[in-house]
Structure formats: C-alpha cells, structure tokens
C-alpha cells in the first residue's frame, strides 16, 4: 500500500484574513436574526465571518496532517482511498 499525503496552500486562506481584517466595511457591523425552531439568535455578520475563517484554517490544517492510504484492486481497476 502507498501512502498519500494531501498539501493544501494556506496563503489564499492568510490574504483573506488579511483583506477583510483590512476592510473597514460597515455591513460586517450589521446585525442579523436567526430563526430556530422558537429561539431567535442575534448575532453579527463579523462575528459568523471571522468564525467562518477559522473553521477554514482548522479544516485545512486537519486535512494537511492526514495521511491516505491507496490500494489498487486489479480486478476493477479502481483506487480506493482509505482514511
């Protein structure tokens, strides 16, 4: 079995960051409401985007320390990805 290793870029992940942290935009000040099942949650839009941002830096990094397994059936000729 051979082994793979995924090796995403976080670069575009640090100039996003850097472009809306630059970015003095009034609508990331804005409040919005959210409907669940009987409760309304407030949030602000800067609050979910600057979450949003770090669940992408989290999701690449654990994507970046996985290591893939690939094994080849010759009877189908298909590779498998086993993780």
Known sequence: MAE???KLKVDPL???R???NAEN???FRKKCE???????IKYEVWDQLCAIMD???DTI???NLMTLEIVLVKEV???FLIF
Do not use: A, Q, S, T
Not at 34 to 40: A, C, E, G, I
């Open 4 to 6: 793979y290793r995924v």
């Open 34 to 40: 959210m409907k669940l099942r009987k409760m309304v």
């Open 18 to 20: 850097d472009v809306v």
């Open 77 to 79: 000729h298909l590779i």
């Open 14 to 16: 640090k100039r996003l």
């Open 25 to 27: 935009n009034y609508l």
């Open 55 to 57: 669940r992408l830096d």
């Open 61 to 63: 990094e654990y994507i």
